[in-house]
């Protein structure tokens, strides 16, 4: 899930971008709902819900084809490894903010390297949240309409009830899906309380209903989404363990299959997947601005990344051991078979549906961010997009059309995780954070700060391009 970052040059974008994302705390005052609001400032515990809600994404459905990449064994060492970087970068990243006062993550890179810095920021965080996005519709089309993977195909919830047909086939799918679905739940021009929309049909009337009831309360929305990868994670364990009980179960791969050079650049491919698992760095200073003790960032940082820790394990484990060799680079599409457990097909359709379901209940809010950027990047000296109708409905379907016709043209979320957790995923979490450190224009740098900010520019440097090359051969 991703969060707006502040604007580049759009001081109005800027001001929607930085709404409070946590659930607060309030003394309502007076008769009525014109009562004045008190905020005391956002709990620890609803800080680490939100900030786990931010992390634990479509990423998470990719992790059991790393197993198979990696093996078991260095597969969960590279998850836990992930979360110390991201936890070493955040680190970094806060500590320097504080140092120049920086509200934002775009204002922290705006001090370290001037305008420039903000603006390539903010495109690396357009070209996340759109590949994010891509995912997201990906993942949809291949549970609704199933998907094909070396010469073998995995129908989808909808095909299995219907059987194949014109009208559940993917482009149909995805055409019903972002006219019918993501169309009315974009055309928001806020996610909030106070949320406005364009003139929509009177068709799509009862999908921004639901919209106004789900986004007039971020705690409900966080809960759904966290809710959801739990069923997910609780589901596919339990079908394992049942599995295994019964001896049904061959023993997993432990290690990587090496045995030329194209297998060992292979297994570079992993590492775009684990840099989009725990990206979140654009949602921390939203969270830090509302705390009500501002030193209480770095526990809630640790405490929101061993909670997804926790979570991608058992989910990378226990997917991959379910599935094996046949993991898909989309675990979802796994659910299309028996499982050899009673009810099984209750089980597939119970796991497939509730996770689309959560990806459009968050469809509008990563979007929001999308189109909020973009439009600070394309036009950083207009008036405000939600006054501006016109601007607004243009830069909406431009934005649903790259995203329906990239999702279409793009086979696998593996192929779009390469292209995005290579680039713009890896400058946001590591490249930037570790840029800030080593520029220190405050002069509160140590030597180990620098030495750890070079090791995390090598590594992301060398692993994601070398994933990309892998990739690019295969």
């Known amino acids: 899930m991703v969060m707006p970052i502040s604007s580049g040059g759009d001081h109005a974008a800027e001001t929607e971008s930085t709404e409070s994302l946590l659930p607060k705390n309030q003394h309502r005052g007076g008769d009525g709902d014109d009562g004045g609001d008190d905020f005391h400032g956002a709990s620890f515990a609803g800080a680490v819900f939100n900030l786990s809600t931010t992390i634990v994404g479509a990423g998470i459905m990719a992790l059991p084809a790393t197993m198979k990449v990696l093996g078991l064994v260095p597969g969960l060492v590279l998850i836990v490894l992930a979360a110390v970087l991201t936890d070493a970068s955040i680190e970094l990243l806060v500590r320097y903010s504080r140092a120049a006062g920086a509200k934002s993550y775009g204002r922290a890179m705006g001090d370290a390297f001037g305008s420039f810095g903000r603006g390539f920021l903010q495109f690396c965080v357009v070209v996340n949240n759109l590949g994010v996005m891509v995912v997201y519709m990906i993942i949809i089309g291949d549970v609704l309409s199933g998907t094909s993977s070396h010469g073998v195909h995995h129908h989808g919830v909808i095909e299995g009830w219907f059987g194949p047909n014109r009208w559940n086939g993917r482009f149909a799918i995805l055409t019903i899906t972002t006219f019918g679905v993501f169309a009315p739940l974009a055309s928001f021009k806020r996610v909030g309380k106070h949320a406005s929309t ?72 992993a590492a775009p997947v684990l840099v989009t698992a725990y990206i979140c760095h654009y949602n921390v200073h939203p969270i830090y601005n509302e705390l009500r003790d501002s030193l209480q960032i770095r526990p809630i940082v640790r405490t929101s990344l061993l909670l997804c820790s926790a979570v991608y394990i058992t989910t990378s484990f226990f997917g991959f051991l379910l599935f094996g060799d046949a993991t898909l680079d989309d675990v979802l599409a796994n659910f299309d078979a028996n499982l050899g457990i009673p009810y099984s097909s209750f089980f597939n359709d119970a796991v497939r549906v509730s996770y689309v379901l959560h990806l459009m209940l968050v469809f509008p809010i990563v ?57 713009a995923s890896v400058c946001v979490a590591y490249i930037f954070p570790a840029a800030i450190t080593l520029r220190d224009r405050h002069g509160i740098a140590r030597k180990r700060d620098k030495l750890l900010s070079v090791f995390m520019i090598v590594l992301a440097v060398v692993a994601n391009a070398v994933a990309v090359y892998s990739d690019a051969c295969s």
Not at 235 to 251: S, W
């Open 198 to 269: 364009v003139m929509v049909p009177h068709l799509f009337l009862f999908s921004l209903n639901i919209l106004l009831i789900i986004s007039d309360s971020l705690r409900f929305t966080s809960a759904v989404s966290v809710a959801l990868a739990v069923v997910f994670v609780v589901i596919t364990a339990g079908i394992a363990i049942f599995k295994l009980a019964r001896g049904h179960i061959p023993m997993p791969q432990l290690f990587p299959d090496v045995h030329d050079w194209p297998s060992i650049w292979r297994l570079f491919t």
């Open 367 to 423: 979007f929001h961010a999308l189109r909020l950027n973009m439009d600070g990047l394309l036009f950083p000296s207009a008036r405000p997009l939600s006054c501006d109708n016109r601007r607004f409905a243009v830069l909406t379907a431009a934005l649903l059309a790259v995203i329906f016709l990239a999702a279409n043209f793009i086979p696998n979320i593996w192929d779009a995780f390469q292209f995005t957790g290579a680039t």
